[in-house]
């Protein structure tokens, strides 16, 4: 009998063994193939830790910066703008080159998208030219602003910061048409109808908390499996906010397109008013002596009308239609590079001019420093220093 039992157990376990073995493979091969790829995943958050951005991700200032704006002004400067340690989280906002004073013959402000950024590569001019001229600049450029943000960030920098400009530059790139109608689509205006932000409350904090949900899971000392369950329940959570949010179409044949196709009257409108509403909102400080719009060409404007690559729509004119229609039209100036002599210049340097193979057609870092800039400060030199 005691014989029987051993050889029973003995049967019962070779065949729950071979019933089960099969799963205990699967779920080892499994363990081994997510341990894998969460290793993958963890590597891209520590790169967030990497020195170029650790201060961005984890300085508390920092993080108090970006919480208060972010949802304001839909995004801030990227990482590398508070890289050194002595920077003040304000860099994410705007950067002085020389500070502003009553005692300065003028206090002048730039704003606009990555052609206001891309002051940062004119520094060394810059620093020089408001040295000379006893000029108060202050720098608030910041990639894919148009005239939405702009407004925002003109109040910001009034209101929380005393920055209170006698000249403000407003850099109004052909991309600003395309990020109007489909980037800043939502917009929320407080009672009075100021423009308030461009993000609904709270967007940055959910969007944050999810990286620290992602970033405990993977720290956690579960097994692999349960680490990649968890992050597809994160992953559910995080398409749930994104449908919650504003759909922004950001894509560069998206944004482009008002520049390729030419615009319509809806379109055309709906820029003029935003556009206008930036300007009223310069002229609202007492400070404001004059603004300067600058519009530059994209390399497809230059191309020829022959050429199906040509643009059919340009900021310029749109520009030059609002100004007209101002109140405000003679204190505004409008430096249009491609109605200006340099037209001539680019055209016949069209292909040293701009950055190879972009869409957007940025200038080289060498023609922001040594064109672009110097010929805005030029032209307002004639007038005001």
Known sequence: ?????????????????????????????????????????????????????????????????????????????????????????????????????????????????????????????????????????????????????????????????????????GIIDQTDIGDELFRYTYQHENKTGKL???????????????????????????????????????????RYLKRKLPKLNQDAKTILSPLINGLDSPSAKYFFIRLNRYIETVFSDPEIKKLILVTHPHRNHLVGNNNHKSFKGEVGTLVNQVVNKSSYKKKIIHIDFLKSEKSTFLIKNLETVFLKNDPFSHLTNKMFSGYYYPYIFSKIKELYY
């Open 196 to 238: 308030r932000s461009l993000l609904p409350k709270g967007t940055t904090q959910s969007e944050k908390t999810q990286i620290m949900e992602r970033k405990s899971n993977f720290n956690s000392s579960d097994f692999a499996i349960v680490k990649f369950l968890n992050l597809a329940i994160l992953h559910i959570k995080s």
């Open 1 to 169: 009998m005691e014989k029987l039992k051993k050889h029973l157990l003995r049967k019962y376990f070779v065949f729950y063994l071979l019933l089960f073995f099969p799963l205990f493979i699967s779920i080892a091969v499994m363990e081994i193939i997510t341990k894998n790829y969460i290793n993958k995943r963890i590597k891209v958050y520590e790169a967030m830790q990497s020195k170029d951005v650790f201060r961005y991700y984890n300085d508390k200032n920092i993080i108090e910066f970006k919480n208060k704006y972010t949802d304001r002004l839909s995004h801030l400067r990227n990482p590398s703008f508070v890289r050194n340690k002595e920077a003040l989280p304000s860099e994410l906002l705007f950067s002085v080159v020389r500070p502003f004073s009553k005692n300065n013959k003028q206090n002048i402000l730039i704003q606009g998208d990555s052609w206001a950024q891309a002051a940062r590569v004119s520094q060394s001019f810059l620093k020089e030219t408001s040295e000379k001229n006893h000029i108060g600049l202050v720098n608030a450029g910041i990639s894919s602003y148009s005239p939405s943000p702009m407004t925002i960030q003109l109040d910001i920098l009034r209101d929380d910061f005393d920055i209170h400009p006698s000249i403000i530059i």
